[in-house]
C-alpha cells in the first residue's frame, strides 16, 4: 500500500472521458501529439479522471471528484463519458469507504472535470454529495469562478458551484501553505485563476497531484501546453518551476488525466523533462 508521511494514499478512478486532441494540446500539431496519445473519429483523446485519496491523521482527505452523474445525454454524448466501468462511489467503496466517511475535499479547481462530483441530483435538485466534508477552495479562484468569465462558462457550471456555495461546508483558503500536516497546497494562475495543486510530503518523499498544470505526461515538455489555459505563458513558467522542484527533490508526480501513466518520477532528459519510472500508485 503506498504511504507517505503518515497517510495511505488510494488512486481513486471516477470515470473516463474525451476532449478534443487540438485543444489539449493547443499549438503543438496533431502528427507529433498524436503520437503520444491518438484520438477517436471525432478527434477526441482519452483521458481519465484520476482522483487521490488520503487516509491518516484522523481524516479521510479526497483530492478533486471527477464529473459525478448529473449530466445529460446530449453531455455525455460530447464529452464521450464513460462511468460504468469506474465511477466515485465504486472506488470509493473498493478502498473500504463511502462519501459520507470523507472529511475534506480539495478542489484543484471548478472546473466540471474535478468538481462535479461534489453534488449529485436528488429529487432532480443538485445537493452537496459530501454529507460530513469540508471543500477547500482557493478564495481567489472561488471568486473567479463565481463571476463566471464567459471564456470558462461551459466549464464553471451552476449545479456544481451554486450547492457549495450555500451548504456552509465552503473553506475559501489563501496562498501556499500546508493544509494539514504533510498536504501541501499551491496555487498556480496559468490554466485558470488560482488553481491548487497538491503535494503530499515528509522528510523522505513528495508526490505532487499535478492537476491541469501536467494534465498528462506528454504535457511536460514546455510549449506542449492546453488550448484551454487562460495565460499559456504563465503556465509555461509555472510548469518550468515546479518541474525543477520535483527533479531537485526526487518528487513523483501524480496524474489526474493521463489514459496510460498514473504516476511517475521526472527527470533532465536531452529534449527536456522527462518522466521516469511510470507505474500505478500502488508501486509507489
Known sequence: MASIASYTLHSIETGRFGLDGGAMFGIVPKPLWEKQIAADELN?????ARCLLLEGQGRLILIDNGIGSKYNAKFAEIYGIDDETYNLDQSLRQAGFSKDDVTDVILT????????????????VSRVAFNNATFHVQKEHWDWADANNIREKAS???????PLGESGQLNLIEGTFDLFPGVEVIPVDGHTRAMQLVRVHDANASLLFTADLLPTHAHLSPAWNMGYDLWPMTTIEEKAALLDKAIAGNWQLFFEHDPVVGLAGVTHG?????ITNPRPLADL
Open 156 to 162: 464553471f457550471l451552476p449545479d456544481n458551484l451554486k
Open 44 to 48: 477526441r483523446i482519452p483521458l481519465h
Open 109 to 124: 479547481h471548478l472546473h466540471f472535470d474535478h468538481c462535479g462530483g461534489s453534488t449529485q441530483l436528488v429529487d432532480g
Open 270 to 274: 536531452q529534449r527536456g523533462p522527462e
